[in-house]
């Protein structure tokens, strides 16, 4: 059965932490992730998308890695601030796109 | 560019109504489809198009129609509405990054919130 989880399920920090979400899927035989942020009662934003021959994608202060041999990607965010607040979902692509059930990030002043 | 746009946004229905919600783009992008977000369960796909003309059925099609008449629109249709149906749907539209099937970056819609009493 495909599988996506992400831990933590939620997660209430300080601004100006450095923080790191993880994602693990059960499908290796994937042609690219990608993470997405979705704030309250809105739609998905693409922040990052690794392709299978990737090892990372930056953007600003978020870092994605993948390691498809083991099927985990994280996102590590840089110096946190309350504008990150949202939920976060990662979601692999086969031949269409399995979705984790996010991560909901919490960044207090 | 608009991107993907959904309409409407909100939409409340009785049981057994039908309707439409409609889901277009303008980046000329072949692959389209829909997915339903419930809490706790992520995001599952309804229906997805790979071009005008061509349509499948995804994980969870029962009570759906789509149709792809032209690239830019892919309709969803709910037959019967039941309070089942009560979710956050949710229309993305595909870029192909390489050759080949499959290796696509996704555009998503802002979305329709449909209650079904």
């Known amino acids: 059965k495909q599988e996506v989880t992400q831990i933590p399920a939620a997660l209430s920090v300080p601004e100006g932490e450095n923080l790191v979400l993880n994602c693990s899927f059960t499908d290796s035989a994937i042609y690219n992730l990608q993470w997405f942020r979705q704030d309250p009662g809105k739609g998905l934003t693409s922040l990052l998308l690794i392709q299978s021959s990737q090892r990372e994608q930056t953007s600003g202060r978020l870092n994605a890695s993948l390691d498809k041999s083991s099927g985990r990607s994280t996102l590590y965010i840089a110096a946190s601030q309350p504008g990150d607040s949202a939920t976060y979902l990662c979601?692999?692509?086969?031949?269409?796109?399995?979705f984790g059930t996010g991560t909901r990030l919490q960044v207090f002043p | 560019n608009a991107g993907v746009t959904q309409t409407p946004k909100f939409q409340v229905l009785k049981t057994g109504q039908s309707m439409t919600l409609q889901c277009a783009q303008d980046?000329?992008?072949?692959?389209m489809s829909w997915y339903r977000q419930d809490p706790g369960m992520g995001l599952r796909l309804i229906h997805y198009s790979v071009g005008a003309g061509i349509t499948d059925q995804g994980e969870v099609p029962n009570g759906y129609n789509v149709s792809r008449s032209t690239t830019e629109d892919f309709p969803l249709r709910l037959l019967s509405a039941a309070p089942s149906q009560t979710s956050v749907y949710f229309c993305?539209?595909?870029?192909?990054?390489?050759?080949?099937?499959?290796?696509?970056?996704?555009?998503f819609g802002s979305g329709t919130r449909l209650t079904v009493v």
């Open positions: 980046m000329n992008h072949e692959y």
């Open positions: 993305a539209s595909s870029y192909s990054i390489s050759r080949g099937a499959g290796n696509y970056g996704y555009t």
């Open positions: 979601a692999y692509n086969t031949d269409k796109l399995i």
